[in-house]
T-cell receptor, first 116, second 113 residues
Framework: GAGVSQSPSNKVTEKGKDVELRCDPISGHTALYWYRQSLGQGLEFLIY????????KSGLPSDRFSAERTGGSVSTLTIQRTQQEDSAVYLC??????????????FGEGSWLTVV | TQLLEQSPQFLSIQEGENLTVYCNSSSVFSSLQWYRQEPGEGPVLLVTVVTGGEVKKLKRLTFQFGDARKDSSLHITAAQPGDTGLYLCAGARRETSYDKVIFGPGTSLSVIP
């Protein structure tokens, strides 16, 4: 597809279980972002990738959260030992450049995570 | 602490009315973006403003970047029901090797037919 693809679109998991969320960015986009959005709220920055490296992990809320990106393409966000406060929509975005001035950041539709 | 503030948080108006949404910060940004998000979808970029004092128009939407590049406004003329959605401003802060994009909390707009 032409856009940013995320899976699963919806995930219900039990408290304490691990979850993996996948992002397939637009082909050729080197910059990749993960954000978290609680119901009706703005987006909370989690992590930024440039190629395969993550120069900014400052938004990850705890050491239960980790992310990787392989081959400069697909990224996986992993949440270990999920808690109810992790329930949110996890949004992935990609851009052809690290700088926003003349570039568009494209978002996927998100993965809605519910921890019960 | 919220780096970007938006006001109002909620807005419900009649079709045909005009409205302005504000985005404010104490930080200077290298660029500022406005997005619209509809339920169940990711945000979609409307505009990027880069230069202090810059004004951009997109049909009935007018965007302005403050002279000091700390604030912005979005004005909608003759609102339509299709304008309903969550409007998010996002400031880009120049880090060493990339622009860190920080989002405001959003303004939820409802346009009643």
């Amino acid at each position: 597809g032409a856009g940013v693809s995320q899976s699963p679109s919806n995930k219900v998991t039990e408290k304490g279980k691990d979850v993996e969320l996948r992002c397939d960015p637009i082909s050729g986009h080197t910059a990749l972002y993960w954000y978290r959005q609680s119901l009706g709220q703005g987006l909370e920055f989690l992590i930024y990738f440039q190629g395969n490296s993550a120069p900014d992990k400052s938004g990850l809320p705890s050491d239960r959260f980790s992310a990787e990106r392989t081959g400069g393409s697909v990224s996986t966000l992993t949440i270990q030992r999920t808690q109810q406060e992790d329930s949110a929509v996890y949004l992935c975005a990609s851009s052809p450049s690290s700088y926003t001035g003349g570039n568009t950041i494209y978002f996927g539709e998100g993965s809605w995570l519910t921890v019960v | 602490t919220q780096l970007l503030e938006q006001s109002p948080q909620f807005l419900s108006i009649q079709e045909g009315e005009n409205l302005t949404v504000y985005c404010n910060s104490s930080s200077v940004f290298s660029s500022l973006q406005w997005y619209r998000q509809e339920p169940g979808e990711g945000p979609v970029l409307l505009v990027t403003v880069v230069t202090g004092g810059e004004v951009k128009k997109l049909k009935r939407l007018t965007f302005q970047f403050g002279d000091a590049r700390k604030d912005s406004s979005l004005h909608i003329t003759a609102a339509q029901p299709g304008d309903t959605g969550l409007y998010l401003c996002a400031g880009a802060r120049r880090e060493t090797s990339y622009d860190k994009v920080i989002f405001g909390p959003g303004t939820s707009l409802s346009v009643i037919p």
